[in-house]
């Protein structure tokens, strides 16, 4: 019989960076329009796939690149969870438009506060604390 790690539910791991990903990543609601934005994903995808099977070999990063961030936005969609600091090649302008959904989330309950401080991060947890809170 193994014995259960304390943080292991929240992450998988024998620390938990279940706090140190709530600072690096945002969940966000649900929006109006979000399956359009899902469906055209797709077409996207599916289009971007069979141009590049058609058109000369010169094309083929535009038409990947399209199929990547189709990708990518999908699978943001689907987990609800992006991160703050973008993603590879990714365009700014969708992240921007998904934290306008983004959840609330109190970075100084406990439990955060305890597994920061097992991490050496409550430095950096201060200092997004305060830019917050003076910021707006």
């Given at each position: 019989m193994s014995r259960e790690y304390k943080y292991q539910n929240e992450t998988g791991t024998k620390i938990g960076k279940w706090y140190l990903n709530r600072l690096d990543y945002f969940e966000f609601y649900g929006f109006p329009g979000e399956w359009k934005i899902k469906a055209k994903c797709l077409v996207c995808l599916g289009l971007s796939i069979w141009l590049i099977?058609?058109?000369?070999?010169?094309?083929?990063?535009?038409?990947?690149?399209?199929?990547?961030?189709?990708?990518?936005?999908?699978?943001?969609?689907?987990?609800?969870?992006?991160?703050?600091?973008?993603?590879?090649?990714?365009?700014?302008?969708?992240?921007?438009?998904?934290?306008?959904?983004?959840?609330?989330?109190?970075?100084?309950?406990?439990?955060?506060?305890?597994?920061?401080?097992?991490?050496?991060?409550?430095?950096q947890i201060a200092k997004r604390t305060l830019t917050r809170k003076y910021k707006g």
């Open positions: 099977k058609l058109l000369p070999i010169l094309l083929a990063p535009i038409f990947l690149w399209a199929a990547y961030v189709s990708v990518r936005t999908l699978v943001i969609l689907i987990e609800k969870k992006c991160r703050y600091r973008g993603y590879f090649l990714f365009p700014k302008k969708i992240i921007d438009f998904l934290r306008e959904y983004r959840k609330d989330v109190d970075v100084t309950d406990f439990d955060s506060l305890a597994t920061a401080e097992k991490s050496g991060q409550e430095t």
